[in-house]
C-alpha cells in the first residue's frame, strides 16, 4: 500500500513515523518493519522523519520502549 500513490503522498506528509520491532518477534513483525521502512524511504519519505530500530526483544514486555517512542514523536513534532 506503501507505494500506491494516495497512500505515499499520505506518508510523505507525515512529520514524524516510529518503526520498531523485537528481533525475535513471534508474528515476525520484524520482517514488516524492515519493508515498511524500506518502502517509505522508496516513496521519498525523508529519513530524518523516520525511527528505525530493530531490538533484541519479542512481541512482549516491550513497554520499557514506549517512553522511547513518545521522547522521539515529541521531539520530532515540536521541531
Known amino acids: 500500500m506503501v507505494k500506491r500513490p494516495e497512500y505515499a503522498d499520505a506518508l510523505r506528509s507525515l512529520r514524524a513515523v516510529w518503526i520498531d520491532a523485537g528481533l525475535q518477534d513471534e508474528y515476525y513483525l520484524d520482517l514488516g518493519a524492515t519493508a515498511f521502512h524500506q518502502a517509505a524511504l522508496e516513496v521519498g519519505v ?28 515529541c521531539r520530532q513534532l515540536a521541531a
Open 46 to 73: 525523508p529519513e530524518d522523519r523516520l525511527h528505525f530500530e530493530l531490538f533484541e526483544g519479542t512481541h512482549g514486555g516491550i513497554e520499557y520502549r514506549y517512553p522511547l517512542a513518545v521522547a522521539w514523536l
